[in-house]
Structures are given as C-alpha cells and as structure tokens.
C-alpha cells in the first residue's frame, strides 16, 4: 500500500506534464463588481495582475500585467481543461471545478455525547483574502488526505454541502465536503499569495447578545487580568498538574475598557495555551482566542473554547499585534477595572436555578435571587459547634473539644457555634429549601450565633450544657421576609445528592427593620450577648491575622 501523499505526488506529477487546454468557458474577470482585477480564468497561461498583501487587498492597476516566473506557468498547467474556481462562487451540488486555498486549521468533530468521530472540520482562505469557508471530510475518509495547517492546497472535484446552523466558523453558506473523488495536492510555488489567516471578532455586548444561542463561533481579542484566580504578574506560575486534572483555565479577560469576562479554556486548547505562557521571555499579556461559545455559566457571561479553537498571545498575530501595541499606549484604560467586577452573580428565579442544575455540562456556580422565607425548618439543630481557629466542626471529646483539621493541627479548641440553618422559601416560580451558613445567618437575623446560644445558656441556667438550643426567636422573626440572597449550586447540587442550596450571602433588606428594635424583642439581656459578640469578633480578627493566641485585651 502506498501512502496517501505519495499518491498524491504521483499524481501530481503526472498531471503537470499534461499541456494546458484553453477552456474558453473561463468568467472574464474584469466585469465583476468590485473592479479587482481577479486571476480566475485558466484560458491563458500567463496569469492577469493581482496581488494581495496578507492583510488587505491592494488595488492593482487592471491594466498593467505582473511579471511572471516561468515556474509559475509550469504550475498553472497542472489545472488541465478545469477552471480555478474561487470560493465566493461555490455554491451547493457536485464540482468539478478546483479549489484553490491555505488550509488555516483542522480539528476532529466529534460527537459531544458518545464522543464518535463525525470527521475533519476544516477552515480554508482562498486568494480573495475576504471569503474563508468551512471544509468537511466525513469520517470514513479521514487520514485520506495529508492534511498541514497553513499549506496552500488545490482541490479538484468537492461537493458544496449546505453549512450547518450550529457553531460555525466562516460566513460562506456553503462547506467544501470531500468526496470519493476528491484529488487533493499541494500547490507548489502559488502563482497569488494567499492570506496567512482571517479572524471575525465579537466584542463584550455581540458575545453577551448571542448568549446560549449556539449559533456562529466568533473570535476573541482583549488582555487577561487573572489566570486561575492570580494576578498576571511576571512570577505568575501555572500549576500545569492541577490544568491538565481538570483540563481547563479559567482567564479574566477584557477588551479595552469594557466589562471583564471569563473564558474557560478547555482540552487541547489548554495545554497549547501552557505552553505558549511559558514560552515567552515575560510574561504575555495578550490574549486571542479563535471560534469561542458565549455562554451563561455561574451566573455571568462566559466564553468557552470550542473544539475548533486556536491559541494567539501576544506577537503571534496581527491582530494580537495591534492590540498589544494598544494596550502599551492606554496602560491606564485597561488598568481601570478590577478582575473582581466579573463575579457579580445573575439575577435569576428557583425555577430558573433547578432548570440551570439539570443542564448538562452545568459547573459549579453562584446566582443571586430573592425569595421569601417561609419557614425555618424544625428538628434539626440550626447551628453547629465550630473550631474558635479555623471553622471546621469541632470534635467533642471526653472532656474537651478538638478539631481535626489538618488546618489546625490543634488537640484542644475552644467551640464557637456557627449558623447551619434550614429555611424553606418560596418565590413567583419555585419553592426551596436553603441552608444558611455562618455569616449569612448573621445578615438575616444581625446577631452571631454564638450570641443567641451564650444567651439561652445565661436565661436557662439550670439547662445541661450538652442540651440543644431551640430556633431562637430572632430567627423565626425572619419569616415572612422576601429577601435577596447569593446562593451556590455545588458540586452535590448537580450530581443529585442534595436539592438543598447554600446560601453564602444575605443582601440587606430594601427597607431595613432598625436593628435595636429586633435586639429588644429577641433578647432582655443586651450587655451580656454584645460581650459575647465581641468575644467572636476577636476570635475572627484572630483567625485573619493567621495568629494561634494574642494577649487578651482588658
């Protein structure tokens, strides 16, 4: 057996030899709209003027014929009686025309679901600089062809199948679709330069107004503000094991002054843009991402890399270029916004959350919604006894409390209790249950937990200390408050486990109750509980100053 490309070689050799036949069916090219003059016609040896910079079309004069090499004419016989057809006028049916055209990139289609090989997505430029156009090699014909990004290629005979609805990479109605026919080969000393490569970019506002849609995949260009969390800094490392567990980057980019957004980075896309970090002598600033998908993931707009997808930064390109040199020059502009900014959760209703948990490919996720609480849900205790150190639950012992965090490292700790309570809400679309964690319960009720246990403890002394604190009254004084809260979608949210949500933030209500009117009616003994607020007070400002033990104040 004989491989492919030497097939194709031989065939190609064998066809150069063959004298070139005017067809006389050849457009004559000087008629077109555009006034460019365009080698379209293989009538005549010498090719008609043109000449194409990589970046622009430059308008040359239609009557003035350029110079040519003799090799070129050699080359230019190869096309026997066919015409050179150029993309723009490749429509859907059967050719027999050739193609001419770089090959940009090539990636596989797979199936999302069963992962099976649909075939070879292709995106291809021809002379014209302004078309690209898909190409498509089914499965069964895949390693046929010698395929090499940035090669220039002529292709005789294709089928012009209607382009696909979904996430497409070229504006041409039409995909080139290999047939059994299809004579794919090299094309040796071009008598045009064919562009290098074409980008079609979206901006923040088309990105977030095609959102979810699943429609065209359009490319991205703007400077990254964090890559998995830290500062772009010139000691910024990659932890490469962590990126290759997970196979995804989380970058904050930004695009001039607009809004900060994140892209995931994803599968090869991933490790190219490792390697391309590393490999530049700074630190790269400048990031291009081509045919990326505008999507809602954790209650922002987010783009995701596509299978398709190719990595730029910096220099690589011009438009990463220009954008660099940009930025160089409004280094303040894009300084302006903080990486932060981008984390402001969605808006959304319960119903809304619950349809979010059940979409496939869902991450880990926070949303902002406002609900009325209903109820707190009984028979279950609604806080839990925290190490003073580090929050995790502390351990009762025989005579002490411990905790077992590697965190800590402590034998012996003193027991701070903590929110862990259980509402049940409602709103227009939904009912719920949350639970509201540490400080969330002290934005619903304004008072630590562990002042609400101290006090019941100080008005029922007789009470034995291992006893269980009922739901204190200034808990149940919440229901029947419609208030905003930030809750997480985890990771047990979409594997089933739980429906429970976790509430990780309480915003203030629009029209607060004055905070001394609660005081009073949940509690007669106000002086002792402000001193066990500030005991917790304290033990956090502790527990941020990373000190074990401070001399106590007073």
């Known amino acids: 057996g004989m491989s492919p490309s030497k097939l194709f ?23 077109r709209k555009t006034g460019k003059k365009i080698v379209a016609s293989s009538a005549t040896v010498k090719p008609n003027g043109k000449s194409i910079s990589s970046s622009a079309i430059a308008k040359t004069d239609v009557s003035s014929p350029v110079p040519v090499k003799p090799n070129v004419a050699t080359d230019l016989s190869s096309v026997h009686a066919d015409q050179v057809m150029l993309f723009r006028d490749v429509s859907f049916g059967p050719r027999e025309a050739e193609l001419r055209f770089r090959l940009i990139h090539f990636w596989e289609a797979r199936n999302p679901l069963t992962k099976t090989l649909i075939g070879q997505e292709m995106l291809l430029i021809d002379e014209e600089v302004r078309t690209a156009i898909q190409g498509f090699v089914p499965a069964g014909r895949v390693g046929t062809f010698d395929l090499t990004d940035g090669v220039v290629y002529k292709l005789n005979n294709f089928f012009g199948s209607r382009s696909k609805v979904q996430y497409r990479v070229a504006d041409h109605i039409a995909t080139v679709s290999f047939t059994w026919n299809s004579d794919l080969a090299v094309l040796d000393n071009p008598p045009v330069p064919f562009p290098e490569d074409r980008f079609r970019f979206h901006g923040y506002e088309e990105f977030r107004a095609n959102c979810d849609s699943k429609g065209d995949l359009y490319d991205y260009v703007g400077h990254m503000k964090l890559v998995n969390g830290q500062t772009i800094s010139d000691h910024i490392v990659l932890d490469e094991v962590d990126i290759s567990e997970k196979w995804h980057i989380c970058v904050h980019v930004q695009t001039h002054d607009g809004p900060v957004m994140k892209l995931y980075i994803w599968d090869k896309a991933a490790s190219d843009f490792c390697q391309k970090f590393k490999s530049y002598g700074g630190t790269p600033i400048v990031l291009l991402v081509t045919t990326v998908n505008p999507k809602h993931l954790g209650g922002t707009l987010a783009l995701t890399t596509m299978s398709s997808s190719r990595v730029f930064m910096d220099a690589d390109v011009q438009p990463s270029k220009d954008y660099l040199e940009w930025l160089s020059s409004n280094s303040d502009i894009a300084n302006r916004v903080a990486a932060e900014v981008v984390t402001k959760p969605e808006t959304v209703t319960l119903g809304e959350i619950f349809s979010y948990i059940k979409q496939e490919g869902s991450k880990v996720a926070w949303f902002e919604c406002t609900a009325t609480i209903d109820d707190v849900v009984q028979g279950s205790a609604w806080y839990y006894i925290s190490c003073g150190g580090c929050n995790s639950k502390a351990v009762k012992g025989p005579t002490s409390l411990t905790c077992n965090s590697k965190k800590c490292g402590k034998r012996e700790v003193t027991g701070v209790a903590q929110y862990l309570t259980k509402i049940s809400v409602y709103d227009e679309s939904e009912q719920a249950v949350f639970v509201v964690l540490g400080d969330a319960g002290k934005e619903l009720t304004g008072k630590h937990a ?105």
């Open 9 to 31: 070689s031989q065939k190609k050799k064998t066809q150069d030899t063959q004298p070139m036949e005017p067809t006389g069916n050849s457009p004559d090219s000087s008629d």
């Open 450 to 554: 562990s002042a609400l246990v101290v006090s019941y403890f100080e008005s029922n002394a007789g009470v034995d200390a291992d006893h269980c604190v009922p739901v204190p009254q200034a808990l149940l004084d919440a229901i029947g408050q419609k208030r905003r809260f930030v809750v997480k979608v985890s990771d047990h949210n979409l594997t089933g486990k739980t429906q429970t949500l976790t509430v990780t933030k309480i915003l203030p209500p629009e029209a607060p109750q004055p905070i001394e009117h609660l005081e009073e009616k949940a509690n007669p003994s106000r002086g002792f509980e402000d001193a066990a607020g500030d005991m917790v007070r304290k033990a956090s400002e502790r527990l941020e100053s990373g000190e074990a033990k401070r001399p106590k104040s007073g």
